[in-house]
């Protein structure tokens, strides 16, 4: 259960929502949001490869 604590404290900005207006926003505003998202791929990227490895591992484990 959420407490009264938490209703105080600042929620945190979102950076970009997928499918919102980008017209109002500047060159810069783009790059920065395109740098944020590119970051967010490779993270993603990592994670997927990361439990693809242990999948893979474990089918191997599992068919010998």
Do not use: C, Y
């Amino acid at each position: 259960m959420a407490s009264e604590d938490d209703d105080n404290k600042p929620r945190k900005k979102i950076a970009h929502e997928i499918g919102q207006d980008l017209s109002l926003l500047s060159v810069d505003e783009l790059g920065a949001r395109i740098a944020l998202l590119t970051g967010e791929i490779e993270r993603l990227r990592a994670a997927e490869a990361k439990k693809r490895a242990s999948k893979d591992a474990a089918d191997r484990f599992f068919r010998s």
